[in-house]
């Protein structure tokens, strides 16, 4: 005859029960803490993702296209030819912005002071006297 050993089915007496309960409310509770620090966790690395991700993204901007935006001196300058101000670049004299002259611009022109008095235009009499 051979004796051996199985795992069968045994009905919990009340003690074991309210045990096995108590038991299973710690585990319960400690898979919550876990999960919890898994979000912050994973929460915590997807910031840095995202904020490395956001890098990559502009780096390759830049490099597919070979040119960067960077803080460049500017000046507006009149164009009386074509009536217009232009806004140009400092470092390289390129218009990179042109819009039609204002009204009072325009008329600022008829009031055009030379040598601190009004230019009179008309007949030419009392010029150059």
């Given at each position: 005859m051979s004796i051996e050993t199985r795992s069968l089915p045994v009905k919990?007496?009340?003690?074991?029960f309210t045990s096995r309960s108590e038991e299973l409310a710690r585990q319960i509770a400690k898979w919550d803490d876990i999960d919890t620090e898994r979000k912050a966790q994973a929460s915590d690395f997807k910031g840095k993702l995202e904020t490395v991700e956001g890098a990559i993204k502009s780096l390759a901007r830049v490099v597919r296209d070979r040119t960067e935006y960077r803080e460049i001196r500017v000046y507006e300058r009149r164009n009386d030819i074509a009536l217009t101000m232009e806004l140009i670049r400092d470092d390289t004299g390129e218009v990179v912005e042109s819009r039609p002259l204002l009204k009072a611009e325009l008329q600022a022109e008829l009031f055009h002071?030379?040598?601190g008095k009004k230019k009179k235009?008309?007949?030419g009499e009392g010029e150059g006297n």
């Open positions: 919990l007496s009340n003690d074991e002071v030379a040598g235009s008309g007949s």
